[in-house]
């Protein structure tokens, strides 16, 4: 069983900053790509960057130059460092993983339960 764990959301005022964490753990033998999407209210849930397992990056267009996504693969730990916050930056933010727990095996998807991010004077 895999479990992963968000951390690091809150209130925030638009520019500052915020860092997410997300820890994995239970039975992994490897993690592929790990990343972070987020779902505002009554939006459907988009991808906010990716990162694979040789630390290649993706970021939507809204968040390029401003977001950063990281990860420590001897933790299974993925960061995002969020700066030059925006009000419609607020959303929650999920943490993904995709997990082999067998090897030679494909492995499969698995979220976190969420954290809520608020940008807001």
């Known amino acids: 069983q895999v479990r992963l764990v968000e951390s690091g959301g809150g209130l925030v005022q638009p520019g500052g900053s915020l860092r997410l964490s997300c820890a994995a753990s239970?039975?992994?033998?490897?993690?592929?790509?790990m990343g972070w999407y987020r779902q505002a209210p009554g939006k459907e849930r988009d991808l906010v960057a990716i990162?694979?397992?040789?630390?290649?990056?993706g970021y939507a267009n809204s968040v390029k130059d401003r977001f950063s996504i990281s990860r420590d693969n001897a933790k299974n730990t993925v960061y995002l460092q969020m700066n030059s916050l925006k009000p419609e930056d607020t959303a929650v933010y999920y943490c993904?993983?995709?997990?082999?727990?067998?090897?030679?095996?494909?492995?499969?998807?698995?979220w976190g339960k969420g954290t809520l991010v608020t940008v807001s004077s």
């Open positions: 993904y993983a995709r997990v082999v727990t067998t090897p030679g095996i494909s492995g499969m998807d698995h």
């Open positions: 239970g039975s992994i033998f490897r993690i592929n790509n």
């Open positions: 990162i694979s397992s040789g630390g290649g990056t």
